[in-house]
């Protein structure tokens, strides 16, 4: 468990710095607004639209300011030197660099490479902190090293092979906010901690088609840890844990989104996302009225939640440029940042963490050494077991070799078991009284012998690297100490601290004197006449009256900023809902409304990742919809249904007869044809044709009414015609066909004798 030793608040520290001219700006001729008064810690602005008009120049204080001329080393040892001390003793500490693109967050915090006077933050501090090491007595400190970079609110792990991977905020109750699966690399000294920086900014640039406009958008955030184990007064090992972030902020200047839609506009909220939330966790914080401090709201908050109003020391480094142009970004930066000093921390020294690796080292060599000694332990015993044999077989020469066995350390045993293996092979070489095939087994044997030996041999020598290997890892200091130019330097770091110290303790109390000098003045003044009392007290009207006017002025200013702020919200708010109404028209009209319910009921939000999921369809229980598999049939591969049961037990359909029977008749299509029918031919007409196509043999000829119906038959003759192509006729004209014999011949039968015919 991590105790807390202090717990008092410390205000978060920040200062400004603003860079020089660069040369397209001295080219251009831009006049410099910014004015940094270094001895009060102030920065001045004059906005040169608003001093036409009259206005006076804006004045920020802040703990230091350091201007154009300002040294990287100056800045380390008043401002980041102590914070790094801190950290060294088992706290935490954040150093942030934010201001807009171009005003040296980067040369602040990285500096140029090889350059002594001109690196940064972070390579002064891996200095810093392995002389602190080397300088130390009896401690242990084991110091790693992380490099991450957060862009659209993704995480990546700068350090890791698989670039494409992206990370997860995780948090646990003991240590709080954490990236899961982050690598970390331990170093030994700074060349090592160093490559680390160097490894994770070349991957950094990869992938980044244009560098500058990618670290302008993206955080990148350096992570040591440093764990220090120490010998308590309690006569037992404490670790305390200290933890170092670097923090590159993007640029600060808005990302310009005007007509940007689809993925860009995600893209441009996205980038802007991770520093307002930074905004509003200041503000919030700085509120005093809010309870809630919107921590979760973005990737950069949460993970650095500690170092705005926690187990923290933060500074925060406002970098600024000096150029009219830029006035606008100038002033928000300066404003950001004020507000930002009065956030107040609670850090405390981390001791003895659940978590710390150092302990696990310690453990992890102590086990090793124990199994390194059992090993040596276990073959000093065979070597007492094979001595005894050997001499009771009478062998002298091995009595010899072993003689002074008991006093060896790890190296001369297993050179001397080697001797002796050597020395036995060779005396049954030469022992001539041995059969040939004897000898050769011996030898053999003593060859198997000498294997074993290697081997075990190679495995004590592994073993022994591995602690010395992991032993290395661990630093301990101490070693230099009597080292005279060491001893020098470290005088001279010391004097320069103290100069630090000064300086920053004079800065200090020249502001708090001016804000005395200006209450006292009216008590100790003493008017020797009325005109006087009203001379200074008019000047002292007007001085005050300016001072309103600046408030007033700075009220303006916010309120303008804010309302910007809020419209550009709006903005991004409105093309949001829009996009929103779409994506429910879109599902309201073309998604059909089971489905819509079935993704509703499985989509849940998932607290740690903050980001809405499916659940996997199997694991829905208390849905009917999704009904989960039933449980097959005992006997039974599969589930049966009560009609498989049934009909099994009938047996009538083969397809129930046994389990796994599949049964492949065709499912054939419904029909879409139908038989021939012939069209209806009426009964007369059938009948009529059934005479007419009888077989002429099969007529009997009856001639006797011959004379008296030649005339009508004549004129039947014509109608007759047709019938004898031999084809069925249906309709009207058979109609009149077979009405022609009806009236002529009213009293036969239905069906008449045609063509005067009579049947046999
Ligand atoms: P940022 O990271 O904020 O975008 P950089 O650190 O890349 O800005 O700085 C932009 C340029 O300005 C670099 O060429 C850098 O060398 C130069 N620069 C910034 N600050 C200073 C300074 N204090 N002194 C000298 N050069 C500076
Ligand atoms: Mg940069």
Not at 48 to 59: C, I, L, N, Q, Y
Request: net charge neutral; glycine share 6%; aromatic share 6%.
């Amino acid at each position: 468990m991590s105790k807390s030793k202090s717990s008092e608040s410390v205000k978060v520290k920040v200062v400004v710095r603003c860079r020089p001219m660069n040369e397209k700006e001295r080219a251009a001729a831009f006049e410099s607004v910014v004015s940094v008064d270094v001895k009060f810690g102030q920065i001045i602005v004059k906005n040169p639209r608003e001093t036409s008009a009259g206005e006076p120049s804006k004045v920020f204080t802040f703990d230091s300011v350091y201007d154009w001329s300002s040294k990287q080393i100056d800045l380390y040892d008043e401002s980041f030197r102590p914070l790094v001390d801190s950290v060294l003793q088992g706290f935490n500490g954040t150093i942030f660099a934010y201001g807009q693109t171009g005003t040296g967050k980067t040369y602040t915090m990285e500096g140029v490479k090889n350059d002594l006077e001109r690196r940064g933050v972070i390579p002064n501090s891996f200095d810093h902190i392995f002389t602190h090491i080397s300088r130390s007595q009896n401690q242990q400190y084991l110091v790693r090293a992380s490099y991450l970079e957060i862009y659209q609110e993704e995480i990546r792990d700068l350090l890791s092979k698989d670039q494409l991977r992206r990370l997860e905020l995780r948090e646990r109750p003991d240590t709080g906010v954490y990236v899961k699966d982050l690598s970390s690399f331990v170093t030994k000294s700074v060349r090592e901690i160093e490559n680390v920086m160097n490894v994770g900014n070349q991957n950094r640039s990869v992938g980044a088609t244009n560098m500058n406009e990618h670290s302008s958008r993206s955080h990148a955030i350096f992570v040591i840890t440093v764990e220090c184990s120490q010998l308590g007064v309690d006569g037992e090992n404490h670790i305390r844990v200290g933890k170092l972030n670097l923090v590159d902020l993007a640029g600060s200047e808005r990302q310009t989104k005007t007509g940007a839609q689809g993925e860009r506009l995600k893209e441009a909220t996205k980038i802007n996302l991770s520093l307002s939330a930074l905004g509003n966790v200041i503000s919030a914080l700085v509120d005093g009225r809010s309870s809630h401090i919107p921590y979760r709201d973005s990737k950069l908050t949460r993970l650095l939640q500690d170092s705005l109003g926690g187990n923290a020391r933060t500074v925060m480094v406002a970098n600024i440029g000096p150029a009219s142009y830029n006035v606008e970004e100038t002033l928000t930066t300066l404003r950001y940042s004020n507000r930002a000093k009065n956030i107040k921390n609670k850090p405390r020294v981390n001791e003895d963490p659940k978590d710390a690796l150092l302990r696990k080292f310690q453990e992890e060599i102590a086990k090793l050494k124990e199994q390194l000694e059992k090993r040596m332990g276990k073959k000093n015993k065979k070597k007492q077991r094979r001595r005894a044999g050997d001499c009771s077989n009478g062998d002298g020469r091995d009595d010899e070799s072993e003689d002074d066995g008991d006093g060896d350390n790890k190296v001369d045993y297993w050179r001397e078991q080697q001797e002796t293996l050597e020395s036995e092979r060779r005396a049954i070489m030469e022992d001539h009284s041995l059969v040939a095939e004897e000898k050769a087994q011996l030898l053999q044997e003593k060859e198997r012998k000498m294997d074993d030996l290697k081997k075990e041999q190679e495995a004590g020598e592994m073993l022994a690297a591995k602690v010395k290997a992991m032993e290395s890892k661990l630093l301990v200091g101490g070693k230099n100490i009597v080292d005279h130019t060491n001893e020098q330097q470290k005088m001279l770091e010391l004097k320069r601290h103290e100069i630090a110290e000064q300086k920053r303790r004079v800065r200090e109390m020249q502001q708090q004197m001016e804000c005395r000098d200006e209450e006292t003045l009216e008590l100790k003044e003493t008017y020797s006449s009325l005109q006087q009392e009203v001379d200074i007290k008019t000047k002292k009207l007007k001085k005050l009256f300016a001072k309103l006017q600046a408030v007033k002025a700075e009220i303006h200013d916010i309120q303008e900023a804010h309302i910007n702020e809020r419209q550009e919200l709006e903005q991004t708010q409105n093309e949001l809902t829009r996009d929103l109404k779409l994506k429910h028209l879109i599902i309201e009209n073309f998604i059909p409304c089971e489905d819509k319910n079935k993704i509703v009921n499985r989509a849940f939000f998932d607290e740690d990742d903050e980001y809405w999921k499916m659940r996997p369809i199997t694991h829905i229980e208390d849905d009917h919809q999704m009904m989960s598999r039933p449980q097959s049939a005992i006997g039974f591969r599969r589930p049966l249904s009560n009609h498989a049961r049934t009909a099994m037990k009938d047996g009538l359909d083969m397809r129930y007869k046994a389990e796994n029977l599949l049964l492949l008749t065709m499912d054939m299509p419904s029909r879409t044809t139908k038989d021939y029918q012939q069209p209806v031919i009426a009964p007369k007409v059938a009948a009529a044709l059934e005479d007419a196509l009888k077989n002429e043999d099969d007529i009997q000829v009856d001639a006797s009414g011959f004379n008296g119906s030649l005339a009508p038959l004549a004129s039947a003759s014509g109608s007759l015609r047709k019938p004898k192509s031999g084809r069925a006729r249906t309709g009207k004209q058979s109609d009149t066909w077979t009405s022609s014999f009806s009236a002529r011949n009213p009293t036969s039968p239905i069906y008449p004798q045609s063509r005067g015919l009579v049947p046999k």
